[in-house]
């Protein structure tokens, strides 16, 4: 089987807040983006690993990725959206990846991916006739709001945890499945959503918290402690 890997990382993160980009946010003295990138260009089994940029993107040239090169293909193919920024990066991939072969679609902003993490979903996917994604289940209780009022937002419900889990990356499909399920259901926030829209139901791999996607400022002091605390 072949195993390739897809990034994108064409947005602004607008909840980080700033004028960097957020996959440009440092972190230990790198991009954030490049813990990700370094991870899964690591992996054996994956083949190629492609990062679609936004077309205008001025930033990446201004890092060293030599290291990463003979692994790492630049896709300057970025939609409006994530999904449109996987849709075109799967489109550009067209002349290398067949339609059985796995794509590992992963977020930008997930520093914290371990190859231990990548394994075990290459291992428990690999056969699965839908493929799969990390994820964990809930552990807090969930709290519906109602429309907030002048006072701020109050509680509509307690929604139950049971059977609840919460979507990661990387999410692993086959290539032409994948790429079908976009087109049908192209305003979808993770493929998985795509792949359900097809009435198909993708398995989970079990993650870690630690695979945190790195949404607000305080995220980064999470993920930096997180990098630098792991082997303890």
């Known amino acids: 089987m072949t195993y390739f890997a897809l990034v994108p ?9 700033g004028d960097c980009p957020k996959q440009y946010q440092p972190l230990l003295g790198q991009p954030l983006i490049r813990h990700a990138l370094q991870v899964l260009t690591a992996v054996p089994a994956i083949l190629r690993v492609f990062v679609v940029l936004a077309p205008d993107d001025t930033r990446w040239d201004s890092f060293d990725w030599s290291d990463l090169a003979p692994r790492l293909t630049v896709l ?11 849709a075109n990066g799967l489109k550009a991939m067209a002349d290398v990846a067949l339609a059985d072969d796995w794509v590992l679609v992963h977020d930008a902003a997930r520093a914290c991916l371990t190859p231990a993490h990548v394994e075990k979903l290459l291992a428990e996917v690999g056969d699965d006739p839908v493929g799969g994604l990390l994820a964990v289940p809930l552990a807090d209780t969930l709290k519906r709001v109602q429309v907030p009022g002048l006072q701020g937002p109050r509680v509509a ?6 059977g609840l889990w919460q979507a ?4 692993m499909f086959r290539y032409g499945l994948i790429v079908e399920a976009l087109e049908y259901a ?3 926030t993770d493929e998985a959503s795509a792949i359900e829209a097809l009435g198909l139901h993708p398995r989970l791999v079990a993650a870690d918290v630690t695979n ?8 980064l002091q999470l993920a930096e402690w ?5 082997n303890r």
């Open 212 to 219: 945190l996607k790195v949404t607000y400022p305080l995220d």
């Open 186 to 188: 192209p305003a979808v």
């Open 226 to 230: 997180i990098l630098q605390n792991r």
């Open 9 to 17: 990382a064409a947005g602004m993160g607008a909840r980080m807040g």
């Open 76 to 86: 300057r193919c970025g939609g409006a959206t994530r999904a449109a920024s996987v």
């Open 157 to 162: 419900a307690t929604v139950p945890r049971e």
């Open 168 to 171: 990661q990356t990387p999410q």
